[in-house]
């Protein structure tokens, strides 16, 4: 069974711009609603506005038996935030942002996190002569420097999404965040690649998969879907159904051992069946390509006639026999 978890927000009360969805709920409630969802041990909590005493999570977590897959740290919610935290031309914007981290990884700490993950929302922009971009980058260097330096022991993860709240994110690709990391120069650091983050950034996440295994950085999933046009945070395989097995094919291969979260916005639809169905369908493709696969596909691949591939696809993957 793979190991899985869900960001807690979307257990509770969520919301777009014309309709609210679902009931709110405290953290207790959210973690015994967890304890109803089959296949799932692992929460992402929302660090500072979901969870700020660590006494009272930690009590909360062995209560309702779960492991913390990670602290997401939120440094986009403050006033000062909205024309950027990291990347801020004032000073003391910055230092506030870089302590929400390092509060985040204390937090992380006291309650027995293994990283902090920050995906850095408001630092971007909308227009042409909006930013000096290497300043803007040098910005990000020496923040995310600062914040991963602390406590390093405690990685902190960085996410990228190519736009939110910002028409579009400095941070954007996994290349990007390869080169950022690659600039900080701290090798506890790591990235955080959202499956749909990944699709309608016009990337192909089995191959960002590819690229941050080969790197010599850690890296941590998150898992939904979308149409390609938005960040919908739809459930697993609705929309790209083969590209998620491929997905999986690639974790498998590089044998990736955390926690698969998923980042999936329930809206309309019965929040336990979402994420049930999130993890029978993980599960089923993981067992899939344990029984059909040993090599196969790689073998297909090396012979370089894709027909051949498609057939096994087909066959397979589809089950069209």
């Given at each position: 069974?793979?190991k899985?978890g869900?960001?807690?927000?979307f257990l509770?009360?969520?919301?777009d711009r014309f309709?609210?969805?679902?009931?709110?709920l405290?953290?207790e409630?959210?973690?015994?609603?967890m304890?109803?969802?089959?296949g799932?041990?692992g929460?992402?909590?929302?660090?500072?506005?979901?969870v700020?005493?660590?006494?009272k999570?930690?009590a909360?977590?062995k209560?309702?038996?779960?492991a913390?897959?990670a602290?997401?740290v939120?440094?986009k919610a403050?006033?000062e935030?909205r024309n950027?935290?990291l990347t801020s031309?004032?000073?003391q914007?910055?230092?506030k942002?870089?302590?929400?981290?390092?509060?985040?990884?204390?937090?992380a700490?006291?309650?027995?996190?293994d990283?902090v993950?920050?995906?850095p929302?408001g630092?971007g922009?909308?227009f042409?002569f909006?930013?000096d971009?290497?300043?803007a980058?040098?910005?990000?260097v020496?923040?995310f420097a600062e914040a991963g330096a602390?406590?390093?022991?405690?990685?902190?993860?960085?996410?990228?999404?190519?736009?939110e709240?910002?028409?579009?994110?400095?941070?954007?690709?996994?290349?990007?965040?390869?080169?950022?990391?690659?600039?900080?120069?701290?090798k506890?650091m790591?990235?955080?690649?959202?499956?749909?983050?990944?699709?309608y950034?016009?990337e192909?996440?089995?191959e960002?998969?590819?690229?941050?295994?080969e790197?010599?950085?850690?890296?941590?999933i998150h898992?939904?879907?979308?149409?390609?046009r938005?960040?919908?945070?739809?459930f697993?395989?609705t929309k790209h159904?083969?590209?998620?097995v491929e997905?999986?094919?690639?974790?498998?291969?590089?044998?990736?051992k955390?926690y698969?979260t998923?980042d999936t916005s329930?809206?309309?639809?019965?929040?336990q069946a979402v994420?049930e169905?999130n993890?029978?369908?993980?599960n089923k493709?993981?067992?899939?390509l344990?029984?059909v696969?040993?090599g196969?596909?790689?073998?297909?691949?090396a012979?370089?006639d894709?027909?051949?591939t498609?057939?096994?696809?087909?066959?397979?993957?589809f089950?069209?026999?």
């Amino acid at each position: 069974m793979l190991k899985l978890g869900i960001i807690t927000g979307f257990l509770s009360k969520t919301k777009d711009r014309f309709h609210e969805y679902n009931q709110p709920l405290d953290l207790e409630g959210k973690f015994r609603l967890m304890n109803r969802i089959k296949g799932y041990d692992g929460v992402e909590i929302v660090y500072p506005y979901e969870v700020s005493d660590p006494v009272k999570t930690k009590a909360a977590l062995k209560k309702y038996k779960l492991a913390v897959a990670a602290v997401n740290v939120n440094i986009k919610a403050e006033p000062e935030f909205r024309n950027g935290g990291l990347t801020s031309l004032d000073t003391q914007v910055r230092a506030k942002a870089v302590r929400f981290i390092k509060e985040a990884k204390d937090f992380a700490e006291a309650v027995g996190a293994d990283k902090v993950t920050c995906c850095p929302l408001g630092d971007g922009y909308e227009f042409a002569f909006q930013h000096d971009y290497a300043l803007a980058w040098r910005h990000l260097v020496e923040t995310f420097a600062e914040a991963g330096a602390y406590k390093a022991d405690i990685p902190l993860f960085i996410e990228y999404k190519p736009s939110e709240t910002r028409g579009r994110c400095f941070v954007d690709t996994a290349a990007k965040t390869l080169c950022l990391l690659n600039e900080i120069g701290i090798k506890q650091m790591g990235v955080t690649l959202d499956f749909g983050h990944s699709t309608y950034g016009n990337e192909n996440p089995a191959e960002a998969v590819a690229l941050l295994a080969e790197s010599p950085y850690r890296y941590y999933i998150h898992i939904n879907d979308n149409d390609g046009r938005w960040d919908w945070d739809y459930f697993c395989g609705t929309k790209h159904f083969l590209e998620y097995v491929e997905f999986l094919y690639y974790l498998k291969k590089y044998n990736y051992k955390d926690y698969l979260t998923s980042d999936t916005s329930p809206t309309r639809w019965d929040i336990q069946a979402v994420f049930e169905a999130n993890s029978r369908m993980s599960n089923k493709i993981w067992q899939k390509l344990d029984k059909v696969d040993g090599g196969k596909i790689a073998r297909l691949m090396a012979k370089g006639d894709y027909m051949q591939t498609w057939k096994f696809v087909e066959k397979e993957i589809f089950g069209l026999k």
